[in-house]
């Protein structure tokens, strides 16, 4: 009764709050765009960036949230091709003859605080580079190109340059690596990762394989019934919206339009001119210039239009009105009604009756009613929907009702585990062997868990290595975040694709660490990460459709102070100072090709932990493998490769307990 209590007040006081927030998104919205018009008058020069994003909000000149993507290519490394690739990239112009990508030529900096972008002199000659054939006097092999890529991402853009980098590193062996850097703010600038990356997109599935479908991607699951009953309703309005127009409308039926309208066709032809307006108003401002005058003109000419061509007008209401009031008009109505109620009822009651027994019958004896146009048909297809519709309304908001504590119970009052360290900025990486994406898979479906589960189970051994090598305590528990990024995000191009729908939201999780000196196996620990796993799927489907309406439209950082978001996620990131990132492939076993035709090895995404976050590990799903990544700060070198480099063995080892070898 008590946690009822504080479920139900907390719950009040987020409705009570609810006010405030619109209140606050309208006065945010009028006090930045008067912000952004002062400091624009004070710097004509530049052109300042209008929203704000956690990562903008997170970004600092010593922590920057800088994405690398590491490609492995097969052959003799090509520079003039990669440059030809970009020169066409950053001189590209969309149909209206403007440059597709501008910010690519243009320097990244901030005035009063705020992010802008200055034009200057652009050589693309500074943005790619070739590194040099040898690492500290030994050639770069697979033996030393992990500490070689580190070193390279360690290094901070220059400042005086649009933000984004290629490095191209040749090998002894018979592939080279390039490495790309982009800025986050890049990212929603327009420019898409697969936009940089000189590869030739996927379009098409190998037969026989089809994606697996990671359960961080549709927490909130899709109301069945209601859609449903939706589609249903929408069917039935649409079918007595085409009767009403093909009885009403005089463009459909001109012989209303040589008679003298009813009171009753009069008003039926208003509505169906007032619902052409408002469609052809909406197809039309779409077109127009977005001012009022001219979409009040717009409007008006419109109006006229349509009621012109309907005959709705005053003079037609007035006879309208005479024409029904007339004596023969209302001796027909009567002649009609008396048909109905003495002639047509009697005849037509005793064969109703009989079509419902019949259906009824049906629906006892068949489980199923073949007359849906019946009252028993509507009512046994109706009913149940309804009742599985209001079940699904319970369930929805009981998650709504839950939300705010789940928030602060297993949000924000978590406990802090591993910031031990003064984060320095700089980013140190490192990845691990691929482990077959087939031997995940079987070993998913013999334990009966998640893909997802069984390489988070593996991350956890290496963590709990992690401590062990440090000498740090190791924690029963690890709070961590998980998101997932489609293979889209990386790898996909065009207009139309924009990187934040390949984004899920994030879910928490109270990651169960293994002390490798007690007697608990990961087949054990993989049983308590699932419980925790669902648990968190469970209860957190709320802040998951949160963070990812944050992702694509900005709804917090909209309606919240951005000091306020900005002190949230910096707490927050002390108690979770550890991310995941799932980069599942729409294409599985599909091998990327270059653009002069080289094959693309594997593909190593890093997504930059920021603010107090100090690791951040990376799933990558590349053709037929699985390779994990981790991006960290610079402060947990040399030991930051244990992370990463006993994934393979403790996939191995859950294989072995399912009984694969």
């Given at each position: 009764?008590l946690d009822f209590f504080v479920t139900l007040s907390l719950f009040n006081l987020t409705l009570v709050f609810l006010p405030c927030l619109v209140f606050s998104y309208f006065t945010l919205k009028i006090c930045h765009s008067i912000w952004i018009n002062s400091v624009s008058l004070l710097h004509p020069d530049i052109e300042f960036i209008n929203y704000s994003t956690v990562r903008i909000?997170?970004?600092?000149?010593?922590?920057?949230?800088?994405?690398?993507?590491?490609?492995?290519?097969?052959?003799?490394?090509?520079?003039?091709?990669?440059?030809?690739?970009?020169?066409?990239?950053?001189?590209?112009?969309?149909?209206?003859?403007?440059?597709?990508?501008?910010?690519?030529?243009?320097?990244?900096?901030?005035?009063?605080?705020?992010?802008?972008?200055?034009?200057?002199?652009?050589?693309?000659?500074?943005?790619?580079?070739?590194?040099?054939?040898?690492?500290?006097?030994?050639?770069?092999?697979?033996?030393?190109?992990?500490?070689?890529?580190?070193?390279?991402?360690?290094?901070?853009?220059?400042?005086?340059?649009?933000?984004?980098?290629?490095?191209?590193?040749?090998?002894?062996?018979?592939?080279?690596?390039?490495?790309?850097?982009?800025?986050?703010?890049?990212?929603?600038?327009?420019?898409?990762?697969?936009?940089?990356?000189?590869?030739?997109?996927?379009?098409?599935?190998?037969?026989?394989?089809?994606?697996?479908?990671?359960?961080?991607?549709?927490?909130?699951?899709?109301?069945?019934?209601?859609?449903?009953?939706?589609?249903?309703?929408?069917?039935?309005?649409?079918?007595?919206?085409?009767?009403?127009?093909?009885?009403?409308?005089?463009?459909?039926?001109?012989?209303?339009?040589?008679?003298?309208?009813?009171?009753?066709?009069?008003?039926?032809?208003?509505?169906?001119?007032?619902?052409?307006?408002?469609?052809?108003?909406?197809?039309?401002?779409?077109v127009i210039k977005p001012d009022i005058f001219s979409k009040a003109r717009y409007m008006f000419l419109t109006t006229m239009n349509e009621k012109g061509k309907r005959g709705v007008t005053m003079a037609n209401f007035f006879w309208a009105i005479v024409k029904s009031l007339s004596p023969s008009n209302l001796l027909q109505v009567s002649l009609q009604n008396f048909w109905f109620l003495?002639?047509?009822?009697?005849?037509?009651?005793?064969?109703?009756?009989?079509?419902?027994?019949?259906?009824?019958?049906?629906?006892?004896?068949?489980?199923?009613?073949?007359?849906?146009?019946?009252?028993?048909?509507?009512?046994?297809?109706?009913?149940?929907?309804?009742?599985?519709?209001?079940?699904?309304?319970?369930?929805?908001?009981?998650?709504?009702?839950?939300?705010?504590?789940?928030?602060?119970?297993?949000?924000?009052?978590?406990?802090?585990?591993?910031?031990?360290?003064?984060?320095?900025?700089?980013?140190?990486?490192?990845?691990?062997?691929?482990?077959?994406?087939?031997?995940?898979?079987?070993?998913?479906?013999?334990?009966?868990?998640?893909?997802?589960?069984?390489?988070?189970?593996?991350?956890?051994?290496?963590?709990?290595?992690?401590?062990?090598?440090?000498?740090?305590?190791?924690?029963?528990?690890?709070?961590?975040?998980?998101?997932?990024?489609?293979?889209?995000?990386?790898?996909?191009?065009?207009?139309?694709?924009?990187?934040?729908?390949?984004?899920?939201?994030?879910?928490?999780?109270?990651?169960?660490?293994?002390?490798?000196?007690?007697?608990?196996?990961?087949?054990?620990?993989?049983?308590?990460?699932?419980?925790?796993?669902?648990?968190?799927?469970?209860?957190?489907?709320?802040?998951?459709?949160?963070?990812?309406?944050?992702?694509?439209?900005?709804?917090?950082?909209?309606?919240?102070?951005?000091?306020?978001?900005?002190?949230?996620?910096?707490?927050?990131?002390?108690?979770?100072?550890?991310?995941?990132?799932?980069?599942?492939?729409?294409?599985?076993?599909?091998?990327?090709?270059?653009?002069?035709?080289?094959?693309?090895?594997s593909a190593i995404y890093w997504r930059p932990p920021q603010a107090n976050t100090s690791i951040s590990l990376c799933i990558n799903e590349y053709a037929d493998h699985i390779r994990l990544g981790v991006m960290c700060d610079a402060q947990l070198v040399p030991h930051h490769p244990i992370l990463v480099r006993g994934f393979p063995e403790f996939v191995k080892d859950l294989a072995e307990?399912?009984?694969?070898?």
């Amino acid at each position: 009764m008590l946690d009822f209590f504080v479920t139900l007040s907390l719950f009040n006081l987020t409705l009570v709050f609810l006010p405030c927030l619109v209140f606050s998104y309208f006065t945010l919205k009028i006090c930045h765009s008067i912000w952004i018009n002062s400091v624009s008058l004070l710097h004509p020069d530049i052109e300042f960036i209008n929203y704000s994003t956690v990562r903008i909000l997170l970004d600092t000149h010593r922590n920057q949230g800088i994405i690398s993507v590491l490609l492995a290519v097969r052959g003799k490394e090509n520079p003039e091709a990669i440059k030809r690739h970009l020169q066409e990239l950053v001189k590209r112009r969309d149909k209206s003859g403007n440059l597709a990508f501008p910010r690519l030529q243009q320097t990244l900096t901030t005035r009063c605080g705020t992010y802008a972008w200055q034009r200057g002199k652009f050589d693309l000659e500074q943005h790619i580079s070739t590194a040099k054939f040898t690492y500290k006097g030994r050639a770069v092999t697979e033996f030393n190109i992990q500490e070689y890529v580190s070193e390279i991402i360690s290094k901070y853009l220059p400042a005086d340059q649009s933000p984004w980098q290629v490095t191209i590193i040749p090998t002894s062996e018979d592939c080279h690596y390039i490495l790309f850097k982009i800025h986050h703010i890049l990212l929603s600038e327009g420019v898409n990762v697969g936009d940089l990356l000189p590869l030739i997109p996927p379009t098409k599935q190998l037969s026989g394989s089809t994606p697996s479908k990671s359960p961080i991607v549709d927490v909130l699951k899709k109301p069945e019934a209601i859609s449903s009953l939706k589609e249903k309703i929408t069917d039935e309005i649409s079918n007595f919206w085409n009767e009403f127009i093909s009885s009403y409308e005089p463009l459909e039926k001109p012989e209303l339009l040589k008679d003298t309208f009813t009171i009753t066709q009069f008003l039926a032809i208003t509505v169906i001119t007032i619902i052409s307006i408002i469609k052809e108003c909406r197809k039309g401002f779409r077109v127009i210039k977005p001012d009022i005058f001219s979409k009040a003109r717009y409007m008006f000419l419109t109006t006229m239009n349509e009621k012109g061509k309907r005959g709705v007008t005053m003079a037609n209401f007035f006879w309208a009105i005479v024409k029904s009031l007339s004596p023969s008009n209302l001796l027909q109505v009567s002649l009609q009604n008396f048909w109905f109620l003495f002639v047509s009822i009697p005849i037509r009651l005793p064969i109703m009756l009989y079509g419902e027994s019949v259906a009824l019958y049906s629906c006892i004896t068949l489980k199923y009613c073949p007359y849906p146009r019946t009252f028993v048909g509507v009512i046994y297809y109706y009913i149940p929907l309804i009742y599985s519709s209001l079940l699904e309304l319970m369930d929805m908001f009981k998650i709504i009702f839950l939300a705010p504590r789940t928030v602060i119970q297993d949000i924000l009052l978590q406990e802090e585990f591993l910031q031990t360290i003064t984060l320095c900025g700089r980013k140190a990486v490192a990845w691990s062997d691929p482990v077959r994406k087939d031997v995940i898979r079987n070993t998913a479906e013999k334990l009966g868990v998640s893909e997802t589960e069984i390489t988070l189970s593996a991350c956890t051994m290496t963590i709990s290595k992690y401590f062990g090598q440090i000498n740090d305590t190791i924690p029963t528990e690890l709070p961590v975040t998980i998101r997932n990024i489609n293979s889209q995000y990386l790898f996909a191009t065009g207009p139309n694709i924009k990187p934040e729908d390949s984004v899920s939201g994030i879910i928490c999780l109270n990651l169960p660490i293994v002390d490798p000196h007690s007697d608990r196996t990961q087949l054990e620990n993989l049983k308590d990460l699932e419980v925790k796993f669902r648990n968190s799927i469970e209860t957190q489907s709320l802040s998951h459709l949160l963070t990812l309406l944050q992702t694509k439209f900005g709804i917090l950082t909209k309606v919240i102070p951005s000091t306020l978001v900005s002190v949230y996620l910096k707490y927050l990131s002390r108690k979770f100072a550890v991310t995941f990132t799932e980069v599942s492939n729409r294409y599985p076993n599909v091998t990327q090709r270059t653009l002069w035709g080289q094959e693309v090895i594997s593909a190593i995404y890093w997504r930059p932990p920021q603010a107090n976050t100090s690791i951040s590990l990376c799933i990558n799903e590349y053709a037929d493998h699985i390779r994990l990544g981790v991006m960290c700060d610079a402060q947990l070198v040399p030991h930051h490769p244990i992370l990463v480099r006993g994934f393979p063995e403790f996939v191995k080892d859950l294989a072995e307990s399912a009984g694969f070898p």
